[in-house]
Each structure stands twice: as C-alpha cells, then as structure tokens.
C-alpha cells in the first residue's frame, strides 16, 4: 500500500519568514495530493490539493509543488502570520479523492513574532 | 450549509461497554470515511463507504470494531467491547466523485 513519510515534524519560523514542508509518497500510481491545516482541537481542513497533472498550484500565500519523477510534493507558505500556527497534513490518494487517502504523520508549525 | 455532523462531540465511558459513533455527512456526498487519530499512530484510515457500499475496511483493527452505513444520510462506527487503546478522536469525512474530502469535527473518545 502506499506509504507518506513527511518532514519535518516540528517546524518554527519568525512571522514573515517563509516555512516549507516536504513529503515524498511510495506509490507511483497516486494522482491527487491534498494538505490539511488542523489547529488544536479542530477538525483537519483542506487548504490546497494538487493532481499529478500539474506541477505547482498556488492560491494567494500557499503553493504547492509536486514532483512525480522523484515522488514528493511540498507545502510552501510565504509570509507567515501567527494564524497560520497549526499541525499540516499530507496526503497521497489513487483514483482521486474517493479512494484512499494516506496520510503523513504531520509538521507542527510555529509562527513567532 | 451543514458540514459532516458527528455525535456525540465527547464519550467518556468504561472497558467493556459498547461505543456507537454517529455520522451524517453532507447531503450529496457519495463517499464517506472513518479515521482514527491518535498522537502516536498518527490520522489512519478505517473503513470507507461508496454510495453506502464499504469498500475498503482494511484499516479496522479488529472485530471488534464495526461500521454501517444503512443509506446515505447517516452512517454508524461500533467499538464491542471497547478496550482504553480504543481511546482517540474519530473523524468522520465525506467527499462526491473526485472532489476534496470534508471533515466533521470529531467524537473524542475515551474509554476508562
């Protein structure tokens, strides 16, 4: 079965800065590639998802690239606001999103002022 | 708009009893899943249903775990007899055909 490893898993930044996190995934057959911000307490939320059909999509400050030939894909948030304090999820999934998504174990960021 | 609604928001209870959590997902979606969360496993996948249909329950981790989705508006996670491992919050999601994933808020479970 497909396997997410991510890293890292704890991750501080100054407000401002830019974070990056990076997940690589085992199965060369996954097409859709969503991430999730959970803040403490509160359910997963989807804020940016890419198909294997597109290298990088980008929605005001968050990006995503995806490189299929190595097998990983990244999370870039530019301009780090302390709301964006909160535990990001990867996921990998065959045959679009309803079929399985496995997920990666998580990055905690930490945006200080 | 209603989301994925799950109950009970919190269940606290001892060894041994019987645990039902309850889901409703948004009206429309034709797939539904089950996690599980815990710090040390992670967001895991149990079971997922399409058009009510399970279709994939190889993340249960045992029998005594169980899952229905009687018809499209309401699906039911069972725990007989619940174990304290058994403790995690359990999130319920539903999608339709190739659109993103949505997650209701969770039931915390604890078992004593």
């Known amino acids: 079965g497909e396997n997410v490893e991510q890293h890292p898993s704890t991750l501080s930044v100054q407000e401002g800065d830019s974070a990056v996190i990076k997940c690589t995934y085992s199965d060369s057959a996954s097409n859709y590639f969503p991430w999730y911000k959970q803040e403490l307490g509160k359910r997963p939320q989807l804020i940016i998802d890419?198909?294997?059909?597109?290298g990088e999509k980008k929605d005001q400050r968050i990006a995503v690239t995806l490189n299929k030939t190595a097998k990983h894909f990244s999370l870039h948030i530019t301009e780090t606001q302390p709301e964006d304090s909160a535990v990001y999820f990867c996921?990998?999934?065959?045959?679009?999103?309803?079929?399985?998504?496995?997920f990666g174990t998580g990055t905690r960021l930490q945006v200080t002022l | 708009d209603a989301g994925v609604i799950q109950s009970p928001r919190h269940e606290v209870t001892e060894m041994g009893q019987e645990v039902t959590l309850r889901c409703k997902p948004i009206s429309g979606h034709n797939s539904l899943f089950w996690y599980r969360q815990t710090m040390m496993r992670g967001l895991e996948l149990l079971i997922y249903f399409n058009n009510n249909v399970p279709i994939d329950d190889s993340g249960m981790p045992e029998d005594r775990f169980s899952a229905k989705m009687p018809n499209a508006s309401f699906s039911t996670l069972k725990i007989q007899p619940s174990e304290p491992r058994d403790s995690a919050v359990y999130f319920c999601?539903?999608?339709?055909?190739?659109?993103?994933?949505?997650f209701g808020d969770g039931t915390r479970l604890s078992i004593l």
């Open positions: 996921a990998a999934s065959e045959a679009g999103t309803a079929s399985k998504l496995t």
């Open positions: 999601a539903s999608s339709f055909s190739n659109q993103p994933q949505h």
């Open positions: 890419i198909r294997s059909n597109v």
